[in-house]
C-alpha cells in the first residue's frame, strides 16, 4: 500500500494509509485559487475585507458581494468557490436566527464558529457529500456584557472552580478563520485565499496583540494589505470590498456595515501610494545595482 491518493480521493469518508483525507486536501486547494480575503481584529471591532477578481468587463460594478452580513453584528467573508460560500452563509444565518429564536439574545461569535465548524465538519464525513471548497472568515462584536451579579440562572457557584469569575466580563470583538476540515481558530488577524502568505506576512507586521490599532487605521490597513496581496495577480483588475464593526459607541453603533465611502477612497488610495512608492524604491534599487556593475567592470 502506497500513501499516493489514487484510490484513497474516491471517497469522503476513506483515509489513505498515512492518515490523510485527500478530498479535504482538494477543497483547500480550491480555496487557494479563489481572491484573497482577511479579518483584523483590533481594539475597538473588526474589519473585513476581499479582493474580489473582475471576470468579465460586463458585471456591475459594486454588485456581487462577496462579504455578507448574518446578523447585525455579525459578518463573514470566504475564499474559494462562491456558491459554497453563498450556502455557507445561509447556514450561518440560520444558525444566528436559531439561536435567537432559543436564547432571546444575538448570537456570540465564538458560538457561531463552534456551529459552524460543526457543520463544515460534517461534511468531511460522508461519502455522499464533499467538502466545502471555503475558507470562511467570521468577525463580529460582542455588545451584551455579562458581569457575576446575584441573580445568576441555574444553582451552580457564582464564582471559583466551576463557576463565574468575580467581575468577569463577556463582549468585544471576535474574529475566527473556518477551514475545509471544519477546523477554526480565533485570531487578531487571519487570511485565506491566493494571496494569503503576502497577506499573513503583512499581518504580522501590525501591532495587533497589543490592541492599540484603531477601526479606522485597521481599515487603511487593510486596504494595504489586499492591494499588497495582489501583485501576484496584478494582471488581473480587482474590486476591493471591506466592511467593519464597531463598538457600542463606535461609528457602526456594534452593527457590521460596509465601510462609509469618504473613509474607504480615502484608504485605497492610501494603499494605491503605498504600493507605488515600493515600487519606486525597487526601481531605485534595480538602477543602483545596475550603476555598481558597470563600475564594477570598468
Known amino acids: ?26 477543497a483547500a486547494k480550491a480555496v487557494e ?40 453584528h455579525v459578518g463573514i467573508v470566504s475564499a474559494g468557490l462562491n456558491p459554497d460560500g453563498r450556502h455557507f452563509v445561509a447556514r450561518a444565518r440560520d ?15 465564538s458560538a457561531l464558529a463552534n456551529r459552524l465548524g460543526s ?5 468531511t464525513l460522508y461519502s455522499s457529500v464533499r467538502p466545502f471548497g471555503v475558507t470562511s472568515i467570521v468577525g463580529g462584536w460582542d455588545s451584551e456584557s455579562e458581569l457575576a451579579v446575584d441573580g445568576q440562572v441555574g444553582t451552580g457557584p457564582k464564582s471559583g472552580a466551576g463557576g463565574r469569575v468575580e467581575g468577569a466580563k463577556a463582549g468585544g470583538p471576535g474574529l475566527y478563520m473556518i477551514e475545509p ?29 497589543s490592541g492599540n490599532l484603531s477601526l479606522v487605521d485597521a481599515v487603511k490597513e487593510a486596504a494595504r494589505i489586499i492591494y499588497v496581496a495582489h501583485e501576484d ?19 457602526t453603533k456594534g ?25 519606486d524604491e525597487e526601481d531605485e534599487g534595480a538602477k543602483g545595482t545596475a550603476n555598481e556593475g558597470e563600475r564594477m567592470e570598468e
Open 119 to 123: 457543520y463544515v465538519q460534517a461534511f
Open 1 to 26: 500500500m502506497t500513501s499516493i491518493g489514487t484510490g484513497y480521493d474516491l471517497s469522503n469518508s476513506v483515509f489513505s494509509p498515512d492518515g490523510r483525507n485527500f478530498q479535504v486536501e482538494y
Open 233 to 251: 495577480s496584478k494582471d488581473k483588475d480587482f474590486e476591493l470590498e471591506m466592511t467593519w464593526i464597531s463598538s457600542l459607541d463606535g461609528p
Open 33 to 72: 485559487n479563489g481572491g484573497t480575503a482577511i479579518g483584523i481584529r483590533c481594539k475597538d471591532g473588526v474589519v473585513l475585507a476581499v479582493e474580489k477578481i473582475i471576470t468579465s468587463k460586463l458585471l456591475k460594478p459594486g454588485a456581487n458581494k462577496k462579504i455578507a452580513t448574518v446578523d447585525r
Open 95 to 109: 444558525e444566528a436566527s436559531s439561536w435567537r429564536n432559543v436564547y432571546k439574545a444575538p448570537v456570540p461569535t
Open 181 to 209: 476540515s471544519g477546523l477554526y481558530w480565533g485570531y487578531y488577524g487571519a487570511a485565506t485565499g491566493k494571496g494569503r502568505q503576502a497577506a499573513k506576512a503583512e499581518l504580522e507586521k501590525l501591532d495587533l496583540v
Open 255 to 279: 452593527r457590521h456595515e460596509e465601510v462609509p465611502k469618504e473613509l474607504f477612497e480615502e484608504a485605497e488610495n492610501a494603499a494605491k501610494k503605498a504600493l507605488e512608492g515600493e515600487d
